[in-house]
């Protein structure tokens, strides 16, 4: 399957789309706010998951998916560092602490996308200054495009 990247969303799908991760987005800022720079990925993934359940937010951490190839359910599995639960669509969370993301984190990121379904993808890099560097991704399964948004 080839994956082609889009510029540009629809305003009104960008604007639902940033609704629909603002509560995820404001988790990850106040972690951010809370730890200092320079912290193994880790610290940041477990202080990610004690703010998820301080706001409400159910996220299943290390989730383990299982690709299908033709109809069998492979043993080997995807594992993503946080899962953020929605009927309208799960949202993949991958946490860094690197001094610059590369094309490696990102392929990663679209790999989860594309191997689950899942329609929603944010990239976090914790060791940036003066903020975490948060990227926010959409996969449309019908044109089978990933949008920055």
């Known amino acids: ?18 609704k629909y991760v ?4 404001g ?21 990610l998951g004690v703010a998820f ?3 409400g937010i ?10 299908v190839y033709k109809g069998h ?3 080997s599995f995807l594992k993503m560092d946080y899962v953020v639960p929605n009927k309208r669509g ?8 690197l001094e610059s993301l590369t094309s490696k984190e990102y392929q990663q990121l679209f790999s989860y996308m594309l191997g689950t379904q899942y329609p929603i993808g944010i990239i ?7 903020h975490a560097t948060i990227y926010k991704f959409y996969y449309d399964k019908t044109d089978l495009t990933i949008t920055a948004f």
Not at 90 to 97: G, S
Not at 124 to 130: A, D, E, G, L, R
Request: hydrophobic letters at 40%.
């Open 22 to 25: 603002y509560d995820i987005v």
């Open 73 to 75: 359910s492979l043993s």
């Open 27 to 47: 988790v990850i800022q106040d972690v951010y706010k809370e730890l200092p720079i320079g912290m193994p990925e880790y610290i940041y993934q477990e202080a």
């Open 1 to 18: 399957m080839i994956v082609k990247a889009k510029t540009t969303l629809d305003p009104e799908l960008k604007a639902q789309l940033q």
């Open 90 to 97: 799960n949202v993949i969370i991958e946490c860094k602490a």
């Open 124 to 130: 976090v890099n914790f060791h940036s200054y003066p």
């Open 53 to 55: 359940s301080e706001a």
């Open 58 to 67: 159910p996220a299943w951490k290390e989730h383990r998916h299982h690709p």
